[in-house]
């Protein structure tokens, strides 16, 4: 078996399993029919990866990436987190992922407070994506977005905004963002306005009392006047 091309299985810095392509001494890779779609996986450099139904006449793209790391890549190589998605991702029924959240699996645990102020400080923003960060993923549509800036969002919730080992290209990293606390402090927020709400419903009814209290002790004082003159 040469170096310069292949047939299909074939061995080369790892197990490499494909259809209709080869590879020439300099490396380029070709497919062979050019009418049908090329698919292949690839074993070796420490991952695990999958390309299917690539458009004939270029070399597939990779879609399934399971690195040496055990973290895993959808159209794309996880940059660090065990999940890592290039595009949108859906499931079948509308909730959010499950967590475990069990008391016996937490400690320090304190009730969120002043959460109306908190989130006074959060910008909430629209946006577009750069044409540069576009280019270097197609899949993101130019329409406008809505979230946070990353490093305003750290000034509030600081535990939630880390690197995301994706580089611009002057090398430094593009942050990332975990909204989540959002959710748990417009809940606390809800909360305390519904504790004022109720608040002022009983200073109302109070006052209401009160009302009612000083209209009959006036009617009973005109009454008596009355009553005297005669």
């Given at each position: ?23 020439d001494a300099a490396g380029t890779n070709h497919v062979v029919n050019p009418d049908g779609y090329t698919s292949r996986i690839s ?133 990332q963002v975990d909204s989540y606390p959002l959710t748990v402090y417009s809940a606390a927020a809800i909360q305390e306005l519904n504790q004022k709400l109720e608040k002022q419903r009983a200073e109302n009814a109070q006052l ?23």
């Amino acid at each position: 078996m040469s170096h310069e091309t292949y047939n299909d299985p074939y061995l080369r810095d790892g197990i490499h399993l494909g259809y209709n392509h080869y590879s020439d001494a300099a490396g380029t890779n070709h497919v062979v029919n050019p009418d049908g779609y090329t698919s292949r996986i690839s074993v070796g450099y420490g991952s695990i990866k999958l390309a299917t139904g690539v458009a004939p006449g270029t070399w597939p793209f990779d879609r399934l990436i399971l690195d040496s790391a055990g973290n895993v890549g959808l159209s794309r190589s996880s940059a660090g987190n065990r999940l890592e998605v290039e595009g949108n991702a859906s499931k079948s029924v509308a909730g959010s992922w499950l967590a475990n959240s069990d008391a016996r699996i937490k400690t320090d645990i304190t009730t969120v407070t002043n959460a109306l102020e908190t989130l006074n400080q959060v910008r909430l923003v629209n946006f577009h994506y750069t044409d540069s960060y576009r280019t270097a993923h197609p899949v993101i549509d130019n329409h406008s977005y809505l979230n946070v800036v990353a490093q305003e969002f750290a000034k509030v919730f600081p535990d939630y905004v880390k690197g995301s080992r994706e580089k611009l290209p002057d090398g430094s990293e593009i942050l990332q963002v975990d909204s989540y606390p959002l959710t748990v402090y417009s809940a606390a927020a809800i909360q305390e306005l519904n504790q004022k709400l109720e608040k002022q419903r009983a200073e109302n009814a109070q006052l209401k009392q009160s009302v009612t209290e000083l209209k009959e002790l006036v009617s009973k004082l005109a009454a008596g006047k009355k009553g005297g003159a005669k």
